[in-house]
């Protein structure tokens, strides 16, 4: 356990719908990274958070979007869901102190189903 | 931008062999290079990394070497055994502040 949680495991739903997934970083961890992967895939970046403020932009669609609360949980909310967005999104979560590890802990991820 | 290239993006051996994955990044101002392992459906999980000031790290039957004059880092599996399999991801990132770029992974399959 990475100590990264994620909710919800699985999403099933339907083609223009929005979902809401979310992420717990690791306990005292500032930095939050979401990831798309697809089938067969490798790890797409999205988005990175870091002590609430968006950090570095990846990949992400401008039908994605993501924020940073400021208890350090964080939500990616992807809308008008084509069948294409079918994957498993991960987050990740370092400290990113100065000095500090720059190891990324990933969550067991939340697999999204658009039919 | 930053890019990480890895080779072979399959590879097969026998059980007891070694397993070698290589990756090439294309800013020289990267210093941290993770490897993650990724069973099937699962997270990747970080099973070694090294810094630029270092030329080789090993843990156990695993090892990962760095050339910075060259832009490559490789990771070296000895012994392999059935559960090695998986996919391997190598990646760069130049501060703990920025993002960290993926190689598209390598699928290992160690045959019992």
């Known amino acids: 356990d990475s100590g990264v949680t994620q909710t919800p495991k699985h999403l099933i739903t339907a083609t223009g719908q929005r979902v809401t997934l979310r992420c717990s970083p690791r306990?005292?961890?500032?930095?939050v990274y979401w990831y798309q992967q697809s089938l067969d895939q490798g790890l797409q970046f999205l988005i990175q958070?870091?002590?609430?403020?968006?950090?570095a932009k990846g990949n992400i669609l401008e039908r994605f979007s993501a924020q940073q609360f400021p208890d350090l949980h964080s939500e990616l909310n992807l809308s008008s869901l084509e069948l294409g967005d079918s994957a498993l999104y991960f987050c990740?979560?370092?400290?990113?102190?100065?000095?500090?590890?720059?190891?990324?802990?990933f969550g067991p991820g939340t697999r999204l189903t658009v039919l | 931008g930053e890019n990480v290239e890895q080779h072979p993006s399959t590879l097969s051996v026998q059980e007891g062999d070694s397993a070698v994955i290589k990756c090439t990044y294309s800013?020289?101002?990267?210093?941290?290079f993770p490897w993650y392992k990724q069973e099937l459906g699962k997270r990747p999980q970080l099973i070694i990394d090294?810094?630029?000031?270092?030329g080789e790290k090993k843990d156990q039957r695993i090892a990962v070497t760095l050339n910075k004059t060259a832009k490559h880092f490789s990771l070296h599996i000895t012994e392999t055994q059935p559960e090695d399999s998986a996919v391997y991801f190598c990646?760069?990132?130049?501060?703990?502040?920025?993002?960290?770029?993926f190689g598209p992974g390598t699928s290992l399959s160690v045959i019992p």
């Open positions: 306990s005292g961890d500032l930095s």
């Open positions: 990740a979560s370092s400290p990113q102190v100065a000095g500090g590890s720059d190891t990324q802990y």
């Open positions: 990646a760069a990132r130049k501060t703990s502040y920025d993002k960290v770029i």
């Open positions: 958070y870091y002590n609430g403020e968006e950090r």
């Open positions: 090294i810094r630029s000031n270092v």
């Open positions: 800013d020289s101002a990267s210093n941290y």
